[in-house]
């Protein structure tokens, strides 16, 4: 009878380990199943923070420190690093996110639908409904509706470098081989359809005959109010203000009453002797300092693409290249390589540097310069540990829609403007702007730079940081 009990306690404590065994398999395979969380990369957080922080400096402050606003036509001011800063980390996030997602058809309905969300938000804010600060208003009128912006540039670039990313990424399961050049080899196909997009945007550029075109002038401070100006060109390959070839595609395809009515340009000599800052025209000055002129138009925007492709090559470096000495000397390496050649063309007059085109040198300049800040942060942050340093733009970068939305694209100054005591203009914030700022320093140009770093960029990163604690971010 003994025998029989240990022969059934045996039996039983065999069942017992079979079924143990049976369920560590089922655990690993929930946990083989179940994505991992990776570990976001602060100095790219930090990066696109600086960069959201930027964009407030100098829409804010710009008008008084022309300085750093969007150089008039040539050139490139601190305002002009803002766009390829936010394509190039757009490009960085591509290769780092859509490796986390195997299936392609699910990724591609991401993109698509992240695509759309930007478009929206980007015509919402930038299309006219949402009105200057001191006019108090919302509402457009569709005839004039402005269609392109710096999101929907954003959209246009993310969906065509996504796409690519995800059509030819069965390169990323594969070791990389050794030698510098291994990484382009890798994803070759990533550089053919960025050559492609080259020739595309070079060739109608310099290509395209521009004919002479006339605008009918909407600004009622203008004596021509009202009145239907000619422009005279009748000519092909140039890049002046008003006979270039992107201007040209965006009056044809978007017409005319849907481009950006205040362009840079109106703050060049030509237009104003106040140069660079604004004010009232010349008395000679030419007829097309009063039309309107798109700087995220479609042909720029084409050539914009290239920021992203170039940011994409970083991540996969990133992704790739597991020590940091061979991340750091092929970022630093092309990122000088870029900025020498948009300089040297830019230099030699070959291809000015210019934003409102979007031109080659004005690529490599920017795109260089993204490489060599990119790397600046990824030594200080990643290698040295003093993340602790950048904290506040650590903590934009992580909201960085909500902050682009509330201080750039200036939602909340309107809410809170829309509060007022007797006249439109005695509001808190003018109130502190007034007082604490420009009343203390007695300068309205150095109050103005002290109250968008102190009451809107720092402001806005104390919040980020407390929505951060509390795990709140806008993510599209």
């Given at each position: 009878?003994?025998?029989g009990?240990?022969v059934d306690?045996?039996?039983?404590q065999?069942q017992?380990?079979?079924?143990?065994?049976?369920?560590?398999?089922e655990?690993?395979?929930i946990?083989?199943?179940?994505?991992?969380?990776?570990?976001?990369v602060?100095?790219?957080d930090?990066?696109?923070?600086?960069t959201?922080?930027l964009?407030i400096?100098?829409?804010?402050a710009g008008?008084e420190?022309?300085?750093?606003?969007?150089?008039p036509?040539n050139?490139?001011?601190?305002a002009?690093?803002?766009m390829p800063?936010?394509?190039?980390?757009?490009?960085m996030?591509?290769?780092l996110a859509?490796?986390?997602?195997?299936?392609?058809?699910v990724a591609?309905r991401?993109?698509?639908?992240?695509?759309l969300k930007l478009?929206?938000w980007g015509i919402?804010?930038?299309?006219?409904?949402?009105?200057?600060l001191?006019?108090?208003?919302?509402g457009?009128?569709?005839?004039r509706i402005?269609w392109?912006?710096i999101?929907q540039r954003i959209?246009l670039?993310?969906l065509?470098?996504?796409?690519?990313?995800?059509?030819?990424?069965?390169?990323?399961?594969?070791?990389?081989?050794t030698?510098?050049?291994?990484?382009?080899?890798?994803?070759?196909?990533?550089?053919?359809?960025?050559a492609?997009?080259?020739?595309?945007?070079l060739a109608t550029?310099y290509?395209?005959?521009v004919?002479?075109?006339?605008f009918v002038v909407?600004?009622?401070?203008?004596l021509?109010?009202?009145?239907?100006?000619?422009?005279?060109?009748?000519v092909?390959g140039h890049?002046?203000?008003?006979?270039?070839?992107?201007g040209y595609?965006d009056?044809q395809?978007?017409?005319?009453?849907?481009?950006?009515?205040?362009?840079?340009?109106?703050?060049?000599?030509?237009?104003?002797?106040?140069?660079?800052?604004?004010?009232?025209?010349r008395?000679?000055?030419?007829?097309?300092c009063w039309?309107?002129?798109e700087?995220?138009?479609?042909?720029?925007?084409?050539s914009?693409?290239?920021?992203t492709?170039?940011?994409?090559h970083?991540?996969h470096?990133?992704?790739?290249m597991?020590?940091?000495s061979?991340?750091?000397?092929?970022?630093v390496?092309m990122?000088?390589?870029?900025?020498?050649?948009?300089?040297?063309?830019h230099?030699?007059?070959?291809?000015?540097?210019n934003?409102?085109?979007?031109t080659v040198?004005?690529?490599?300049?920017?795109?260089?310069?993204?490489a060599l800040?990119f790397?600046?942060?990824?030594i200080?942050?990643d290698?040295?540990?003093?993340?602790y340093?950048?904290?506040p733009?650590e903590?934009i970068?992580m909201n960085?829609?909500?902050?682009?939305?509330?201080?750039a694209?200036e939602i909340?100054?309107?809410?809170?403007?829309?509060?007022y005591?007797?006249?439109p203009h005695?509001?808190?914030?003018?109130w502190?702007?007034?007082?604490i700022?420009?009343g203390?320093w007695?300068?309205?140009?150095?109050?103005t730079?002290l109250?968008?770093?102190?009451a809107?960029?720092?402001f806005?990163?104390?919040?980020a940081?407390?929505?951060?604690r509390l795990?709140?971010y806008w993510?599209?």
């Open positions: 009878m003994l025998a009990m240990k306690m045996e039996q039983e065999q017992q380990q079979q079924h143990v065994i049976v369920e560590s398999q655990v690993e395979k946990e083989e199943v179940k994505p991992q969380k990776t570990k976001r602060a100095s790219l930090i990066f696109r923070g600086l959201v922080a964009m400096l100098v829409d804010d008008g420190w022309p300085m750093i606003g969007h150089a036509w050139g490139c001011n601190l002009d690093f803002v800063f936010f394509l190039f980390i757009v490009g996030a591509i290769a859509l490796k986390k997602i195997p299936e392609k058809l591609i991401k993109v698509i639908l992240r695509t478009l929206f919402l804010l930038q299309g006219g409904y949402f009105h200057d001191d006019k108090l208003k919302f457009v009128d569709m005839n402005r392109c912006g999101l959209a670039a993310y065509v470098v996504a796409i690519i990313e995800i059509t030819t990424r069965q390169a990323q399961a594969k070791e990389l081989p030698g510098w050049f291994s990484i382009f080899k890798l994803y070759c196909w990533k550089w053919v359809i960025g492609c997009v080259l020739v595309v945007y550029l290509g395209t005959y004919p002479d075109w006339n909407q600004n009622p401070d203008s021509d109010f009202g009145k239907t100006l000619t422009v005279t060109c009748n092909r890049l002046d203000p008003p006979c270039n070839a992107v595609v009056r395809v978007l017409g005319i009453n849907h481009m950006y009515p205040r362009p840079a340009w109106k703050r060049s000599k030509a237009c104003t002797k106040s140069s660079p800052y604004e004010g009232p025209f008395a000679d000055a030419p007829s097309w039309a309107p002129f700087p995220e138009g479609i042909l720029s925007s084409i914009a693409i290239l920021s492709v170039l940011g994409v970083f991540g470096v990133l992704i790739h597991k020590d940091h061979s991340r750091l000397l092929h970022w390496g990122g000088i390589a870029l900025l020498v050649l948009g300089i040297i063309l230099f030699t007059d070959a291809i000015p540097l934003k409102q085109l979007y040198s004005y690529v490599c300049v920017t795109s260089g310069a993204a800040v790397s600046a942060f990824y200080l942050v290698i040295l540990n003093w993340k340093l950048f904290l733009l903590w970068g960085a829609m909500l902050v682009y939305v509330m201080a694209a909340f100054s309107g809410f809170i403007n829309g509060w005591y007797e006249d005695n509001t808190l914030i003018y502190i702007k007034k007082h700022f420009i203390v007695h300068s309205t140009r150095v109050g730079l109250y968008v770093i102190f809107e960029i720092l806005w990163a104390i919040v940081g407390l929505l951060h795990g709140i993510k599209l």
